[in-house]
Each structure stands twice: as structure tokens, then as C-alpha cells.
């Protein structure tokens, strides 16, 4: 991320020569239409969707109940709360291990800092630049028991790790089937406690290589399970709950929300179960359907919606997104008949065609219009061009009344 | 359309396969594949005849290659750091006065456009830079001992080597703004340059992924020279950082160009440090230079401060990259990295001021060739500023000129995926026409060329 703007270096320029300021104006490299009232900077410190207040996340139905009542709360961004998230992990588990590129020094999108120091740099280390190395070499680890973290320090640079992934860590207990050891009964060769975490999607400025969500790529493979926190709350629980769980895990955290979604969340620690979905908000006229950062453009949509056209729109977290919770999602479209999925990355082949088809497999008797897809066009993220090919509020809204008004 | 028009509409010009000026019969190029000979162990003989090892002798010493107790490969220079000749004895290096003055101030123009970009950045101008600080030697001086229809490709911290082919501060200043006249139409970020009129490839973020490319791309020159006996044999030069030099991609590269013999130059820009992480953490061998033997190719490690030296390195690794049909050779250049990583980086949460502020005193390619240049009576401190003064006006002048010009039309965001915009692509872009049509406050297609209509549907 670029760092926020300093005073020019006027000793830089001289006297005699043009400056960059005397003779045009500053043109910022990007800007919000000025009369807009829909697709307008989401506004993190009033969405409904982040918890503003200790009670509202105390009050969250995941949590247990014990926590509920006993449990402090501190105001975190996203990566603080995967930072607390890990440093749990690091100090109640010794299996536990954290690396990547740059990790020992805080990593470049300050997740782990200071986890080095606190844990040793036996547990939490750099790696030489190499995604398939690291990836492999986290699922030797997890292999012979250990529960490593493996960064990849943007989602765009997992590919060299594909392989590893795809064959090898969604693979491993398949193949190796299942054997009697003796004390423990049944058990297989697996990477369990593999969580691969990368950095993921649009922040206005990342262009083809940093901007990425590739999310489907890994949903189209059996033995991954794919996760994407909605926000510090939900990041903490979901990633103690992706340590703990036997199959590995690829966990994709919103970048823009390092440091853009803050909000209470409980001291103690706490998982969220994986593979379930949330229900935002309730309602009976359409189901909305996203994950992720998109969440907070379909919550901005859904209230200008219901202002503007009278209904009550139903907003669903999908959180895993594979194997994902398609009870959830389909008890909810037999309830209101419409849906819109919402996602980032391209249309095509993506989770939304996914969920799209399920719905109609699953509630098709129950449909009063085509499922809706709101997602990046089938095109690479152009640097300038990404405010029109992201989601942004005015699609959600207009899909949602195109929807309402079938 | 036939198969043949979408490849010939999706191949630029230079890219197309040539006619051959001959039958293409196997034996015009290269010897017909033989088999290799195994011939198992003659009785008595003191070498290993297995097929993975010919050369080796038998021992009876049980010792094992102890990487750490062999000397470090050395370091080629021909100036010191004060910019004097180290040995008096060897011919001076074949390089003019005004060829040294152009090197100097092709690095000087970078640096300056460095700190211009880099404060523009932090204006909010632009999204993204990357400086090349203490690295413009590397980048100015390898370049400048290629042909300029050798082709290259870079990582990110090789504007020298632009700036070396005459990428011009328009062509820069259109990229970093992304404007109209970018090459990559708007779509890269800043500092991802590329021009086909330069033989430059595109820069890709992703590390490593050009290091074979240059491998494959060596390989269609050679094959092209051998096909076409009368064009000038050309080389690839490629460039990457040592942290790079860690992905899978390096290792399969340096190996395939050497098995294919692949006139392909590597230059590895060894700066310390790959963003956090120091070479320490990188690898244990000795740096990049010892990979290079591992893989059977010829190999130096050059001071990467010394712009002539760089300079007489490259040129020879060129010759030998041509030489008896072609071989890769491996360039380390040793530097360090004086800047942040990037805009996005502040390098003191990982590494002490004082530490960049003594490598910046101690040596700089810049300042080294400007005393090597001052003690010749070639330069000297008025010519110093009528340069910085006239470089710093035409940078701005280009900034300016840059910075005032629309954005790329908005149906480049489609275009380009394909060489034919697909059915589905042309859909999408009449429903976000459509979109943008009915919400017509919630966007800003004004700062595009030709508004609305740039995307090209009605
Ligand atoms: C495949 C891949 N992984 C990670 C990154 C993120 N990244 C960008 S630059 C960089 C460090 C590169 O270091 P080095 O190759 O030494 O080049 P230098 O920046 O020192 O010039 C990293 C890790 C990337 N661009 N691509
Ligand atoms: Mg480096």
C-alpha cells in the first residue's frame, strides 16, 4: 500500500526549474465521482456488518457462552486480530510454527509482528522466496504433526504453490488411505493443521499482480477448504478454527481490511465454525449472497434498496467457501424466491456460478427470477479500470431491483 | 477467421515466426540426436563411467564437499571505490569519454527521476514507485555492452537499462501516470515498463517467471540465426534480484538454457536484500555465482558499483554467449539496496539507518564514475550542475506534460485478454455501458479517453 502523502521535497526541485505544483493542479491518481450517492467510500465506521460496541460482539451467536459473559473485548483491525489469532495459536499449541516471506520482521501487511520475538525464530521464521517451497514444506511439516502457518505474501504469487496444493496437500489422506498404528486406532497419512494465508483482492491501486482473489481456482478442489474472514471478529475465530481443523486450509484475508475494518473483539480466544454460513441480516424479499470485502458493498446496496423500493433484503456471509453451507443458502431462497450472489474475482467459473447452479438444482420450484451473478468481469484487474470492474454498490443495487422487479 | 489470423493478429510483428531462407532439414543446425553412449566400466579404469558423472576419478579419501571451507568466488572491478584504474598495468578499458559521460548521465537521469517519483508518490500522484538507488550501474552499465536488438528482460529495479536504450522520460512518465499513451494502456502499475520498440519485455510482478522466458526466448534467437544465416546473431539478457533467484523458476531456467545451450545472459542483481529479508536468510551457498557452476555455466561475480566493470563483464558474456552455438552465461552483480523497497516499504523496521547511511557514503556508482570521470579532466563540478539542473527541468517538464493527459479509453479494460474481445467480454461491456448510462452520478468516465463512447459499443 502506498504510505500516506508527506510534504514535497521543495529542495529537491530548486528554484529555477518548473515544480510540480506552481503550474497544475495536484491530479490524484484516483478519485470518487462527486455527485455519487451509491457508489460512495464505504464507511467502515458506521457499517451495520463490524461490531462497534463490546456487546455487539460478545453478543455474537458463535461465541461461547462462558466467553460471552466473561470476556473483555480490545478494537482491532484485521490484521491485529489475525496477529492475536496466531500469537494464541504460537503460545497454547507447540505444534504450531508461522513463516513466509518477510514474516520475521511483522510482514509486509504487519500480521505477525512481533511474533518472532515473542516465539523464537524456530517457530516463526522468514523463508527464501519461493511459494512451492513454502507451501511444501509447510505440508511436510503438518505431515509429521506439526500445525504450520504458511504466508504467501499476496494471493497473486500462490501459483508457483499450485502444485503442492492441488496434488499434494488436498491429495495426501486420499491417497495414503488408512492404516491401524496401534495406540491411537485408525489413522492416515494427512496435513491437517496446514493453513496456507494469503493476502487477497482489490485495494484501488494493486492492478493484475496485486489484486487477485482467486478463490475458485481452490473451491474447484476436493480436500481444500477455502475460508474468507469478513472481519477482525470473524478472522480470529475462523483462523483458530482453521488450525485446529484436520484438512488443510487456504485462508484468504481481505487486504483492504487490514487496517480498514476495525471493530471489538473478544480478548479470549474463541472458533468459528468452518463450512457454515451467517445471516447477516434477515429478510424476505431476496437473498444477497457474497463473502469477503464484497459483503460491505452489498450491505451498502441492500440499504439503499430497501429504502428506495420498500423490501426487506436477507444478507448471507458465506465465510467458507468450500465446502460450503448450501442449507443455509437454500433454506434462505425458499424463503424470499431471488437471489444475488455477489463476488470479486471474475464471473466465469466463479463461486457464484457454483451457488448459482445449487440454488437451482435445490430451490428451483421456488425461484421468481434468474439468480443474479454481481462479480469482476471476465478480464486481468487493469490498474485503471478497477473501480469499473469490481462490484461496486451501484451493480448490487441494480441487480437487486432488476431481481425484486422480475 | 482461419486459425492462422487469430495467430497472426495475436503475434506482434517482431514476434512472427520467420520464413526460413532454407529448407528446414535437422542437419542445417544441429547435429541429428545421437544416443548416449554408455559404456559400462572398462576393468581397472580410475573413472566413474556412469552416465550421470563421466569425468569423475575414483577415491579412496571418504570426504565430502565442504561448501563453506572453499574461498568465495571473487569479485571483478577495474576502478576502485575513489574511481582509480586498481591494476595499472592492464590496457585501459575500451570505453570514449563520451560513452562514459552517457553512461553517467543515463545513471544520473534515473536517480533523478527516482526522487522526483518517489515524492510524487508520496503526493498521491501516482499509487507506486520503485527507486533503483545505488543499482543504476548494474542496470546503465550491462546495458550499454549489449546490442540494442538484443532482447531483455527485467524484474523491476532495472531502469537504467531504459533509460541505457532510449525509453524516453515521455515513455516513462506515460506509464507511471498511466496514461493515454502507456504502452500497457492504464493497466500495469507504475514501474512496469515494457517496449517493443526497445526489445524489452513487459515487467511482470511476479518474481522470477521472466528468467525462463529469457531461456525460451534465447532459444527462438538462435534457432532464428542459424535459420537466417545473414541477420546478426542476437543474445537475451535477463535480469532479476537475488531473492528471486530463490523461486523453482530461476533453478528450471539456468538448467534448461544450459542443456539447450541457450545464448542467454542472467544477471543477478545482488542487492542484500529481498524487501525484509537479508541474504543471510536467502541461501547459505556462496551468493548466486555458485549456482551458476552447479548447473555447468560459465560464471563471474562482478562489483556492481563499478560501472565498468559491469560494462567489460557483460560485453565478454555476450561474446561467449555466442560463441560455438551458443551457451547461457550467469552475471552476478554485487550492489546494495540504499533505498526502501518500494513506497510501500519503510526499511528501518528492518534495518538500521546507520547501516544504509555508512553503504552510502562508503560507494555508489554514480559518484564512483564522476570521480573516475573528474580525475581524466572529462568532468567537473559545473558540468555536474548544468547536467543535474537541465536533467531535473526535462524530468519535470515530461512529468507535467504526463501528468495533464487523459486515461487510456475504458474498453482497454477489456481488451487484450484475448486477441478478439469474446462474445461474453462484448456483453459485459454493453451491460456496464448500460449501467454506467442508467447511474450516470455514481461514475466518472470523464478522466477517459472519449468518455463513455471509449468503451466502444452504443
Ligand atoms: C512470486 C512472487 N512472490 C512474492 C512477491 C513479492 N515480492 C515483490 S519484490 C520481493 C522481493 C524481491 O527481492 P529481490 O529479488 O532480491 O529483488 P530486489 O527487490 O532486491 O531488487 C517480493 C518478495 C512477488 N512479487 N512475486
Ligand atoms: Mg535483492
Not at chain 1, 347 to 358: R, S, W
Not at chain 2, 74 to 81: F, K, L
Not at chain 2, 355 to 368: L, Y
Request: glycine share 8%; charged share 25%; with cysteine.
Amino acid at each position: 500500500m502506498p504510505s500516506p502523502p508527506r510534504p514535497f521535497l521543495r529542495a529537491l526541485l530548486g528554484r529555477t526549474t518548473p515544480t510540480l505544483t506552481n503550474n497544475n493542479r495536484i491530479r490524484p491518481y484516483s478519485t470518487a465521482p462527486s455527485n455519487a450517492r451509491l457508489n460512495v467510500p464505504l464507511d467502515f465506521a458506521t457499517t451495520p456488518l463490524l461490531c462497534h460496541t463490546p456487546k455487539q460482539a460478545l453478543s455474537h451467536p458463535d461465541l461461547p457462552s462462558t466467553l460471552r459473559s466473561t470476556s473483555k473485548t480490545s478494537r482491532l483491525n484485521l490484521f491485529q486480530a489475525v496477529n492475536a489469532a496466531l500469537s494464541h495459536a504460537l503460545s497454547t499449541d507447540e505444534r504450531v510454527l508461522l513463516f513466509g516471506e518477510d514474516v520475521a520482521f511483522g510482514g509486509v501487511f504487519r500480521c505477525s509482528m512481533n511474533l518472532s520475538s515473542q516465539f523464537g525464530s524456530d517457530r516463526v521464521f522468514n523463508t527464501p522466496l519461493s511459494e512451492q517451497g513454502i507451501v511444501g514444506f509447510a505440508i511436510g511439516a503438518a505431515a509429521e504433526g506439526m500445525r504450520p502457518v504458511a504466508e504467501i505474501q499476496f494471493a497473486d504469487y500462490v501459483y508457483p504453490a499450485f502444485d503442492q496444493l492441488v496434488n499434494e496437500a488436498a491429495k495426501m489422506r486420499f491417497r495414503s488411505g488408512v492404516w491401524a498404528d496401534g495406540k491411537e486406532g485408525l489413522t492416515s497419512m494427512a496435513c491437517g493443521g496446514l493453513v496456507v494465508r494469503m493476502p487477497s483482492g482489490g485495494v484501488g491501486h494493486g492492478a493484475l499482480y496485486h489484486s487477485q482473489s482467486p478463490e475458485s481456482l481452490f473451491t474447484h478442489v476436493p480436500g481444500l477448504r477455502v475460508v474468507m474472514p469478513r472481519s477482525p471478529l470473524q478472522a480470529k475465530g475462523l483462523l483458530l478454527a482453521a488450525i485446529e481443523c484436520p484438512d488443510p486450509v487456504i485462508f484468504m484475508e481481505p487486504k483492504i481490511l487490514y487496517r480498514a475494518a476495525v471493530e471489538h473483539v473478544p480478548n479470549d480466544a474463541y472458533t468459528i465454525p468452518l463450512s457454515a454460513a451467517e445471516i447477516l441480516k434477515p429478510g424476505s424479499d431476496v437473498t444477497v449472497v457474497s463473502y469477503g470485502t464484497p459483503l460491505y458493498t452489498c450491505s451498502a446496496a441492500i440499504s439503499a434498496a430497501e429504502k428506495d423500493l420498500d423490501i426487506s433484503c436477507e444478507l448471507i456471509d458465506l465465510r467458507t467457501v468450500y465446502p460450503w453451507d448450501r442449507k443455509t443458502v437454500l433454506d434462505s431462497i425458499k424463503k424470499t424466491g431471488r437471489a444475488v450472489v455477489v463476488h470479486e474475482s471474475m464471473v466465469n467459473a466463479g463461486v457464484g456460478a457454483e451457488v448459482a447452479a445449487t440454488i437451482q438444482e435445490g430451490a428451483f420450484l421456488r425461484l421468481e427470477a434468474p439468480v443474479q451473478r454481481v462479480a469482476g468481469w471476465s478480464t486481468h484487474v487493469g490498474l485503471m479500470y478497477e473501480k469499473f470492474n469490481l462490484p461496486d454498490v451501484a451493480r448490487v443495487y441494480d441487480a437487486i431491483k432488476k431481481t425484486v422487479e422480475y | 477467421m482461419s486459425l492462422r489470423d487469430v495467430v497472426r493478429r495475436a503475434t506482434p510483428r517482431g514476434l512472427r515466426p520467420r520464413k526460413p531462407t532454407s529448407p528446414c532439414t535437422a542437419q542445417r543446425f544441429s547435429p541429428q540426436w545421437q544416443r548416449w553412449s554408455s559404456i559400462s566400466q572398462r576393468p581397472g579404469s580410475d573413472h566413474v563411467h556412469f552416465p550421470g558423472a563421466v569425468n569423475s576419478k575414483f577415491t579412496t579419501t571418504l570426504d565430502y564437499e565442504r561448501p563453506s571451507e572453499k574461498p568465495a568466488m571473487p569479485t571483478y572491478r577495474y576502478m576502485d571505490q575513489d574511481g582509480a584504474i586498481v591494476d595499472k598495468n592492464r590496457e585501459p578499458i575500451d570505453i570514449s569519454d563520451e560513452e562514459a559521460i552517457k553512461m553517467y548521465k543515463d545513471m544520473l537521469t534515473v536517480s533523478i527521476m527516482d526522487l522526483i517519483m518517489f515524492d510524487a508518490q508520496r503526493q498521491g500522484r501516482l499509487s507506486f514507485y520503485m527507486v533503483s538507488a545505488g543499482e543504476e550501474g548494474i542496470a546503465v552499465g550491462s546495458a550499454a555492452a549489449l546490442n540494442p536488438s538484443d532482447v531483455i528482460f527485467a524484474q523491476y529495479r532495472e531502469t537504467g537499462v531504459f533509460q541505457q536504450r532510449g525509453f524516453s522520460l515521455d515513455e516513462f512518465m506515460s506509464q507511471l501516470f498511466a496514461n493515454c499513451k502507456d504502452y500497457g494502456q492504464g493497466r500495469n502499475m507504475p514501474v512496469h515498463y515494457g517496449s517493443r520498440k526497445h526489445n524489452i519485455h513487459t515487467i511482470s510482478s511476479p518474481l522470477a517467471t521472466q528468467i525462463p522466458h529469457a531461456a525460451g526466448a534465447a532459444y527462438a534467437l538462435k534457432l532464428q540465426a542459424a535459420q537466417n544465416p545473414n541477420e546478426e546473431p542476437r543474445i537475451v539478457a535477463c535480469y532479476f534480484g537475488e531473492g528471486a533467484a530463490s523461486e523453482g523458476d530461476f533453478h528450471a531456467a539456468l538448467n534448461i538454457a544450459a542443456t539447450r545451450n541457450c545464448p542467454v545472459v542472467f544477471i543477478c542483481r545482488n542487492n542484500g536484500y529481498a524487501i525484509s529479508t537479508p541474504t543471510l536468510e536467502q541461501y547459505r551457498g556462496d551468493g548466486i555465482a555458485s549456482r551458476g557452476v552447479g548447473y555447468g555455466i560459465e560464471t563471474i561475480r562482478v562489483d556492481g558499483n563499478d560501472i565498468f566493470a559491469v560494462h567489460e563483464v557483460t560485453k565478454e558474456a555476450r561474446r561467449r554467449a555466442l560463441d560455438g552455438g551458443g551457451k547461457p552465461i550467469l552475471i552476478e552483480a554485487m550492489s546494495y539496496r540504499v533505498s526502501h523497497h518500494s513506497t510501500s516499504d519503510d526499511s528501518f523496521a528492518y534495518r538500521a539507518k546507520v547501516e544504509v547511511e555508512d553503504w552510502k557514503r562508503r560507494d555508489n556508482p554514480i559518484t564512483r564514475l564522476r570521480k573516475h570521470l573528474e580525475s581524466k579532466g572529462a568532468w567537473n563540478e559545473d558540468k555536474e550542475k548544468e547536467a543535474r539542473s537541465s536533467i531535473r527541468k526535462d524530468v519535470l517538464a515530461a512529468f507535467n506534460r504526463a501528468e495533464k493527459e487523459k486515461r487510456p479509453a475504458l474498453r482497454n479494460m477489456m481488451e487484450g485478454v484475448y486477441a478478439e474481445l469474446t462474445e461474453e467480454q462484448e456483453a459485459q461491456i454493453r451491460q456496464l455501458r448500460d449501467i454506467i448510462e442508467r447511474y450516470p452520478d455514481e461514475y466518472d468516465v470523464s478522466e477517459f479517453e472519449g468518455g463513455l463512447d471509449g468503451l466502444g459499443v452504443k
